[in-house]
T-cell receptor
Framework: AQSVTQLDSQVPVFEEAPVELRCNYS??????LFWYVQYPNQGLQLLLK??????LVKGINGFEAEFNKSQTSFHLRKPSVHISDTAEYFC????????????FGQGTRLTINP | DGGITQSPKYLFRKEGQNVTLSCEQN?????MYWYRQDPGQGLRLIYY???????QKGDIAEGYSVSREKKESFPLTVTSAQKNPTAFYLC?????????????FGPGTRLLVL
């Protein structure tokens, strides 16, 4: 079985400051890793995903994430945030087994203050 | 424009009533999914389908039913057996359901109990 823990339920930051949203996972099999973003009252959209290769993955809107296999982490970062980044962010894993069944974390609400 | 549409945006259910949430996609995707989102709990998989006329239970299928008679449509029925149906319901699709694929989400339906 897999589980995903997002270590912060809410993260407030000032505009133009850097941010890190933390994600740890547990799995008995290898997994692919995803970050999705949800703007208020909308569906989710993919920010980035790690499948293989370089452990530093770049996504849309200036976000990047680093896969650390030894620490089973996949933290999301952005060097300078904007008001428009206010949203909920979800980390998810997809095990290398059968059909894709994403397992999501609880979400982190990112609030950008002017 | 290709995408996923969900209707209605808001749905009200009376006690003992079954209600059906619509999900349509024009992305020519084989795989479709239904998730339930509750505050602070992330997304949980209700049902998924990788091909027409076939679907599988997810983690929280009790009290729900689905059909997949057409490739582009995957309606979800919330039955009277679902005792706590108030939630945000999200439909998603992916190309074939393989574990490395991106899932594309609809805008969601918010179900409220009268």
């Amino acid at each position: 079985a897999q589980s995903v823990t997002q270590l912060d339920s809410q993260v407030p930051v000032f505009e133009e400051a850097p941010v890190e949203l933390r994600c740890n996972y547990s799995s008995s099999v290898s997994v692919y890793l995803f970050w999705y973003v949800q703007y208020p009252n909308q569906g989710l959209q993919l920010l980035l995903k790690y499948l293989s290769g370089s452990t530093l993955v770049k996504g849309i809107n200036g976000f990047e994430a680093e896969f650390n296999k030894s620490q089973t982490s996949f933290h999301l970062r952005k060097p300078s945030v904007h008001i428009s980044d206010t949203a909920e962010y979800f980390c998810a894993v997809s095990p290398f087994q059968g059909a894709q069944k994403l397992v999501f974390g609880q979400g982190t609400r990112l609030t950008i203050n002017p | 424009d290709g995408g996923i549409t969900q209707s209605p945006k808001y749905l009200f259910r009376k006690e003992g009533q079954n209600v059906t949430l619509s999900c349509e996609q024009n992305l020519n995707h084989d795989a479709m999914y239904w998730y339930r989102q509750d505050p602070g709990q992330g997304l949980r998989l209700i049902y998924y389908s990788q091909i027409v006329n076939d679907f599988q239970k997810g983690d929280i299928a009790e009290g729900y039913s689905v059909s997949r008679e057409k490739k582009e449509s995957f309606p979800l029925t919330v039955t009277s057996a679902q005792k706590n149906p108030t939630a945000f319901y999200l439909c998603a699709s992916s190309t074939s359901g393989s574990f490395e694929e991106t899932q594309y989400f609809g805008p969601g339906t918010r179900l409220l109990v009268l």
